[in-house]
């Protein structure tokens, strides 16, 4: 199922816009394709597809393209995932249909798109190309999507400007993303905090005590799980890090063999106010808190977390 298939109406025209954004490979290496609107567009898409964020930004406007780098990392890449209506980077083919119009495959393990570039209408310094993005398992055309991508010529080159009647505005739209991004993040914050509950129960178990950090949880680059690498746990989440959170473990209370040691866990915002702005802490009980500490730790006394 694509991505197409679980977003709202609104979201997709969000994604849609998302996806020119991020697409981009250097006018240097197009050489005299960068005055064809369609090969600039192909090249996009084809950046899109691989998730090159540097490249993508190449291809937006002066204004777009300082908005964009301010983004953090984490809302780049949701961005570029959306492009191509996948959820993770794809190996791009383009070709030339019996029309002679472009068109290109993003392939990836579980669901590839096909993305047909249409004829190119100018205006003077503005280029307008129909786009059809579909899945190229869909024969009926289900969810196809037709839309009309807008270029525009910005100190010689094609840079994005609209998806049809929308205006390409990142600066405007990056709070509107910001939010969405911190919404997500911090419902991983919270998977991430029961993941991590989990993990080191099981560990305990196994070991009969409590490890010293997450790190003991993570996995073995040797082969046989042990007690400094368990294998419980993947590699990010091990270093204390994802999604725009941190993460802190601390031991309260005894921990020989055997004691009934208990834990607590915190996450924070790694930069409270763009990947998240509550902080979640889960106490010796099981229960995870939810608070606004301005980018500090949790406490007891936060609300239960919903």
């Not at 209506?85 to 993003?106: H, K, S, T, V, Y």
């Amino acid at each position: 199922m694509t991505v197409w298939r679980s977003l709202t109406l609104v979201q997709a025209l969000v994604t849609a816009l998302v996806i020119f954004l991020a697409q981009p490979t250097t006018w240097a290496a197009q050489g005299e394709g960068s005055s064809d609107p369609a090969i600039v567009l192909r090249d996009i898409l084809i950046a899109s597809c691989s998730q090159n964020a540097k490249q993508f930004s190449e291809f937006l406007t002066a204004r777009n393209a300082a908005a964009f780098a301010a983004m953090t990392p984490s809302a780049q890449g949701t961005l570029l995932k959306r492009f191509v209506l996948l959820n993770q980077a794809g190996n791009p083919r383009a070709q030339r249909d019996a029309d002679g119009n472009l068109e290109i495959l993003c392939v990836t393990p579980d669901v590839s798109t096909e993305l047909h570039i249409g004829k190119v209408e100018l205006r003077d310094n503005v280029a307008y190309l129909p786009l059809v993005v579909k899945d190229s398992t869909d024969t009926a055309d289900a969810n196809t999507r037709r839309v009309i991508m807008g270029l525009v010529k910005e100190n010689g080159h094609w840079r994005l400007l609209s998806l049809g009647l929308l205006l390409l505005d990142l600066p405007t739209l990056a709070e509107e993303w910001d939010r969405a991004e911190i919404q997500n993040n911090e419902k991983s914050a919270v998977a991430s905090i029961k993941e991590l509950s989990a993990a080191l129960e099981k560990y305990r178990v196994t070991y009969a005590r409590l490890p010293q950090s997450l790190g003991d949880l993570g996995p073995s680059s040797t082969g046989a799980p042990k007690s400094d690498h368990a294998g419980l746990i993947e590699g990010e989440l091990a270093s204390g890090r994802k999604d725009g959170y941190y993460f802190r473990y601390v031991i309260v209370g005894a921990n020989e063999v055997g004691a009934p040691a208990i834990y607590q866990l915190a996450a924070i915002p790694i930069e409270y106010g763009r990947t998240g702005t509550r902080s979640f802490f889960r106490d010796g009980t099981g229960i995870i808190h939810a608070g606004d500490h301005q980018g500090g730790v949790g406490t007891l006394l936060d609300p239960k977390a919903e």
